[in-house]
């Protein structure tokens, strides 16, 4: 168990709607990180948060958001959602112990879009 | 973030030894080498990582070269759970993980 928990496991919706996926990091990790793999793609990095706020944007489409709240959990936001967002969707957490620390990731949403 | 170059597939007997190889030439001094593995689809799981020095941790070895251009993942006594696919990742501090197609590492009875 790596400590980052995610929420829902599983996300089935429709095309058009729009979701929201959850992250608590481990406890005191400051930076969150989003990663989304889809079939025909690798892990492809999303976003990145570091004790509130936005530090690296990766491939994120403008249909997705994300933040970082006090409390250091995050949300994923997905909106006007596409048969190509089904993906699985990890979310990582890294403590600030030291440069080389490394990130430590959930175990995912599985969201399918139909 | 340097770029790595892995094999595609291994395969290992269960029981002996699994290295797997990886190609870090164009590392940067400040760059750590990291090893995650993904088992079925599961969150991406830590083993082990380095800068310039070998380590070694309860699941894994991790051999790096003294140039720092290539790094060898051992996993001692390999069993079917280690069936996975495996990445090698260079990261320079604050930057978030790259990852590429990894290696396929098969073990079998």
């Known amino acids: 168990d790596s400590g980052v928990t995610q929420t829902p496991k599983h996300l089935i919706t429709a095309t058009g709607q729009r979701v929201t996926l959850r992250c608590s990091p481990r406890?005191?990790?400051?930076?969150v990180y989003w990663y989304q793999q889809s079939l025909d793609q690798g892990l492809q990095f999303l976003i990145q948060?570091?004790?509130?706020?936005?530090?690296a944007k990766g491939n994120i489409l403008e249909r997705f958001s994300a933040q970082q709240f006090p409390d250091l959990h995050s949300e994923l936001n997905l909106s006007s959602l596409e048969l190509g967002d089904s993906a699985l969707y990890f979310c990582?957490?890294?403590?600030?112990?030291?440069?080389?620390?490394?990130?430590?990731f959930g175990n995912g949403t599985r969201l399918t879009v139909t | 973030d340097a770029k790595t170059t892995q094999p595609t597939s291994m395969d290992c007997a269960e029981g002996r030894a699994a290295n797997l190889p990886c190609n870090h030439s164009?590392?940067?001094?400040?760059?750590?080498v990291y090893w995650y593995r993904q088992i079925h689809s599961q969150g991406p799981q830590y083993i082990i990582h380095?800068?310039?020095n070998n380590e070694t941790n309860e699941m894994a070895s991790l051999i790096i070269t003294e140039d720092r251009k290539s790094s060898t993942l051992i996993l001692p006594h390999a069993t079917l759970r280690d069936t996975a696919v495996y990445y090698c990742?260079?990261?320079?501090?604050?930057?978030?993980?790259?990852f590429g197609a990894g290696t396929i590492l098969r073990v079998k009875s």
């Open positions: 990582a957490s890294r403590p600030d112990r030291g440069p080389g620390s490394p990130l430590h």
């Open positions: 406890s005191g990790d400051l930076s």
């Open positions: 948060y570091y004790n509130g706020e936005e530090r």
């Open positions: 164009t590392i940067s001094g400040n760059e750590y």
């Open positions: 380095g800068l310039k």
């Open positions: 990742i260079v990261r320079g501090y604050g930057n978030k993980l790259v």
